[in-house]
């Protein structure tokens, strides 16, 4: 005997009912910024996306793609853990994942380009300089935690913290952030601007040049 559907528990849970025909998926349709009623004439979801799919442009059809892949992840999350996320952000976080995919892709997948990319460059003397970063689990846990180095590329200090109860990854980076001037702050240095490395939120690593002020006479 089939189980039931996971997310709204009242249909048997198949492939199509769980991704277009579900009540408790409905919301995330609702939020898409294009037109999937088209599914109302098929039965069969790879049916659906074969024959529909013809007529959709790239971003349609992979924004489809990436929200069914975060609907069957969540469907998982909620059957064999106790964690339940927010279905109506489903379609915000598949927008910033093909948004992200849009940005790798323009940037090329040269490896001397993804080299230079993930190359620490050293701050110019007398500058400190700031990375700091954050990451979410399902589980609406998450951390935050950076280095500041100086010209010499040395570590002088660093930091990394749990998050509990976090759902934005948006605030997430600005604690990293603030956390990350804090401590510049607390062992005697100042910045003066911000470099993001990212075109467009959320940024994955960001820089902060900073010069430590001159030591006070005792």
């Not at 059809?61 to 279905?87: H, P, Q, S, V, Y």
């Not at 620490?120 to 846990?141: E, H, I, Q, T, Y």
């Not at 990854?169 to 952030?177: C, D, F, G, P, Q």
Request: glycine letters at 6%.
């Amino acid at each position: 005997m089939e189980e039931g559907c996971t997310l709204c528990q009242e249909e048997e849970e198949t492939a199509f009912h769980l991704l277009m025909e579900c009540p408790a998926t409905q919301v995330i349709w609702q939020a898409a910024q294009f037109d999937y009623s088209s599914k109302e004439y098929h039965t069969n979801f790879l049916e659906w996306v074969t024959v529909e799919g013809k007529e959709w442009s790239k971003e349609q059809l992979g924004m489809l793609i990436i929200t069914a892949c975060l609907i069957w992840e969540e469907k998982n999350t909620r059957r064999f853990t106790e964690n339940a996320n927010n279905l109506s952000r489903i379609w915000i976080k598949a927008t910033m994942i093909w948004e992200e995919l849009m940005r790798d892709t323009l940037l090329g997948t040269d490896a001397e380009i993804a080299e230079g990319r993930n190359t620490w460059v050293k701050p110019a003397p007398p500058c400190f300089k700031l990375n700091c970063d954050a990451a979410m689990s399902a589980g609406k846990r998450g951390s935050i935690g950076g280095l500041i180095r100086d010209s010499e590329g040395i570590v002088v200090a660093a930091f990394a913290i749990p998050v509990n109860h976090v759902e934005d990854i948006y605030r997430l980076e600005a604690m990293a952030i603030q956390k990350g001037v804090e401590v510049a702050r607390d062992i005697g240095v100042q910045y003066n601007f911000l470099i993001p490395n990212a075109l467009r939120p959320p940024c994955t690593m960001l820089t902060l040049p900073f010069w430590r002020r001159p030591a006070r006479a005792i």
